[in-house]
């Protein structure tokens, strides 16, 4: 869809669809849905005045149109954040410091939480998987569910982040038997070549982050764009590198097109996106999907910089993700984490011990989970990328 149409949601708790067996798995579940297709549908009439909607029995008219809708209507950052606007690289400013701002902005702002997430919800929300299960002709999953793919992702942003992704994060994903792949800024920083080939050796992947992380690529001017998505050509080749990240998860409808003629797929787009880098900002779905010519990996756990700046402590992060990567599941999504390495993030040794806990979790729940890579899921898929993507 090159241009969708933005209209008002209504929160509504699904009560029962049981005339439609692939969406029972969000039977109590908070969802959004357009105003106009609650009309269109007739389903108005199931809706209680305390917000819980009961799915009549008879047709449902839900096109692809309606569910992207819900799915992009929160999708991109158009407007500037403040970062992208300044004359010189935020990241002039030190990371913990540029921690200490946003950690105050967080938690000023976590009693609003109505307000910056009013769409998406916090910490995840699936409106745009229930709505495409609720679509006439969808046939009903078998009697038993395939096992959620579970991808680990990092983003590298600096030295201290490589070096403590091999030291620290590496040897816990190994003994979990898991496979990460970590996205990293190619042209901000000296790189380390020996590092990032011992990546590479040991199973793990590399993906492009941007190209020197200020913030600035999905607004610039499209020639510019381009120089700076094509900066990162000989990373890509010396690394095989598939999967694009934008930096701050900044990223507009012309950087999509852009990347999708580059690489195989974006994975910049979070389910829900919570305060930053935006307020309302999210795709609302656990799926991949095919968006301005891009296949989509969507980021569908809360990051670790967004719920360490809200003042959430790595015991209540373990289990926020824990729920989510339940709820992904269950909804047969794809569980997408991503964490950053450095020691203000997910690399000081509590937040790294919460982020074993959560590897351990999974690899017991084996019934329910199996590590994966972007590649096998993309595999396990039928979208397509454009021609000329890697």
Not at 295 to 307: A, F, I, N, Q, W
Request: proline residues 7%.
């Amino acid at each position: 869809m090159a241009n969708v149409r933005s209209e008002p949601l209504v929160s509504v708790r699904i009560a029962s669809a049981v005339n439609r067996p692939r969406a029972g798995w969000a039977d109590g579940l908070r969802v959004h849905l357009p105003a106009s297709l609650l009309d269109r549908t007739g389903w108005r009439r199931g809706l209680r005045p305390d917000g819980v909607l009961e799915i009549p029995d008879g047709p449902s008219p839900v096109t692809t149109d309606d569910v992207a809708c819900v799915r992009e209507q929160r999708a991109f950052t158009d407007r500037r954040p403040l970062s992208a606007r300044l004359p010189l690289s935020y990241r002039i400013v030190p990371g913990r410091a540029r921690a200490i701002i946003a950690s105050a902005i967080g938690r000023w702002n976590r009693r609003h939480v109505d307000r910056w997430a009013a769409f998406p919800g916090w910490p995840i929300d699936l409106s745009t998987d229930v709505l495409d299960d609720l679509r006439d002709g969808m046939a009903s999953p078998g009697p038993r569910a395939r096992r959620a793919p579970v991808v680990l992702t990092h983003d590298i942003d600096s030295p201290e982040g490589l070096s403590n992704l091999v030291d620290r994060f590496l040897p816990l994903e190994e003994a979990a038997g898991a496979r990460s792949t970590s996205y990293v800024v190619p042209c901000a920083w000296r790189l380390d070549h020996g590092l990032l080939g011992e990546v590479i050796a040991r199973g793990h992947e590399v993906g492009v982050h941007g190209y020197d992380h200020s913030n600035t690529t999905p607004f610039a001017a499209a020639d510019a764009r381009a120089r700076r998505l094509d900066g990162a050509r000989s990373f890509v080749e010396r690394y095989s590198a598939t999967g694009y990240r934008a930096p701050s998860l900044l990223r507009t409808r012309a950087l999509l097109r852009d990347v999708g003629c580059r690489y195989r797929y974006d994975s910049s787009i979070p389910t829900s996106g919570g305060l930053f880098p935006t307020p309302n900002n999210g795709c609302a779905s656990a799926r991949p999907f095919l968006v301005e010519g891009t296949v989509e990996l969507p980021v569908t756990l809360p990051r670790d910089g967004t719920l360490r700046f809200l003042g959430y402590g790595p015991d209540d992060m373990l289990g926020i993700w824990i729920d989510c990567a339940e709820l992904v599941a269950r909804s047969r999504g794809i569980v997408v984490m991503l964490t950053h390495c450095e020691q203000r993030f997910s690399g000081h040794h509590r937040a790294l011990d919460a982020y074993r806990r959560f590897l351990e979790c999974l690899r017991e729940r084996s019934d329910r989970f199996t590590f994966s890579t972007p590649g096998r899921v993309l595999e396990a898929t039928t979208l397509q990328a454009p021609a000329g993507a890697v």
